[in-house]
């Protein structure tokens, strides 16, 4: 039994010591992206609401059902937008609230997931929105937000409404609330990250004091559902 439970203690510091390296690359990463002037979407949520199925899907256009399980993933694109390539940077990660320090004041756009089929991770996406609230608010310039439900094609097993959703959006300054469903088309998770480049493409960043309009201009379209 001792050898047994010293196993597992090696395990776990084992997957820390892992996390605490993947997540350091990250910021290393990161910090040279902002030196090619790259804009870098950091994806937060709690573990297992389809992050990486959502990010994956955009990248490649591929459905993909299961996918390695890591700490945090990092992927680099020039993507097309208005006939331009736009250099991005892609941070997947599942980080708790209070680990977003490192990471944010070299975010320029955050896209906070949930799963609409759970409402633990709802209260977790509200958690990670307080923060990033924050972790910028001395910011004169503050990054952008979009607050995303994933998994919309499983209407039925629904625990967190459109209504819900937007409310905490304009609760936290969120550009946008969305919905996506992954499984069911690319269009669907293309849409989201639109929202992010078009929002670049007005200035990149927004100034606080326009934030609360631009909300309340996007308050209506928010609650249409992303998933086709």
Sequence with gaps: MDRVRDTKNL??????????????NIILKLENSQRLNRQNITVVGENGVGKTAF????????????YGKLPGKVYERGVRFNNNIVPIRIIDISPQPSELTTLASKTNAYIVCYSITSKASFSKAKEFLAEISRLH??????????????????LLLREVTAAE???CS??????KSLECSAANSYASACSVFQTVLKQFSKGQLRERTSVARTVCGSSVS???????
């Design 11 to 24: 395990l776990v510091e084992f997957k820390s010591v892992v996390s605490k390296v993947i997540f350091n």
């Design 55 to 66: 990010v994956i899907r955009y990248l490649t256009k591929r459905c993909v059902d299961s």
């Design 137 to 154: 608010s001395d910011n004169v310039i503050s990054p952008l937000i979009v607050l995303v439900g994933l998994k919309a094609d499983k």
């Design 165 to 167: 959703a937007v409310r």
């Design 170 to 175: 304009l609760r936290h300054r969120c550009c």
């Design 222 to 228: 928010a609650m249409k559902r992303v998933s086709m």
